[in-house]
């Protein structure tokens, strides 16, 4: 198992034309979002406007899913859909996006091979989880969104405060269990290959 523990004072923060886009992770380390040569991406962003228009991502498949607020987000030709805390829509990145609402939303992106999934996980103060892992995931990210909790892979842990988020790649025969130190909510991204 090889992880690192990334804070918040080490995330790039952009403006964009309806609000900001922090970036949290890119894969491979040395890729780069604009000129698009990553395997995935995470980030969070706020919309901070009534209608904004998704920047057209040819070769990128992505997945959104609300953290605070409620949009309703259209693809043109496709669907429409009302999205609030933690709904997740899917979509590619060159469909004609656009959405209505306020939020903060949390974003994967994926090319070629490389895909993933999101899941929010709200645990009490106290409680234990045991993350599942599946064969197949290359990498596992958790982000904390609230709270701070505790996360036990085999014999270390790992402390986490509100914001940090932990990477974990080269997962076989690893146990996850998180442990919250505090009302906890936290997005697992588990990415595939």
Known sequence: ??????????????????????ELLIYPPNSDYKQGNFDFRLSTATVEVEKSNFTSLPGISRKLMI??????????????????????????????????????????????????ELTAISIAA????????????????????????LVHTNEEIH??????LLVIHQLKDVKIKIEAKEDSELIESKIFK
């Not at 409680?127 to 599946?134: A, G, L, M, P, T």
Request: charged share 25%; with cysteine.
């Open 1 to 22: 198992m090889q992880y690192s523990i990334i804070t918040p004072n080490n995330f790039d923060t952009i403006k964009w034309s309806g609000g900001t886009s922090t």
């Open 67 to 116: 953290l605070e607020g409620e949009i309703e987000i259209t693809h043109e030709n496709q669907y429409r859909k009302k999205l609030a805390k933690f709904d997740i829509d899917s979509f590619e990145g060159d469909w004609k996006t656009s959405s209505i609402g306020k939020c903060v939303d949390f974003n994967l992106m994926t090319r070629g091979n490389t895909n993933g």
């Open 126 to 149: 106290k409680e234990k989880v045991q993350c599942q892992i599946e064969d197949t995931i290359e990498h596992l990210v958790l982000y904390i969104l609230t709270g701070a909790v």
């Open 159 to 164: 402390r986490l405060p509100k914001g940090n």
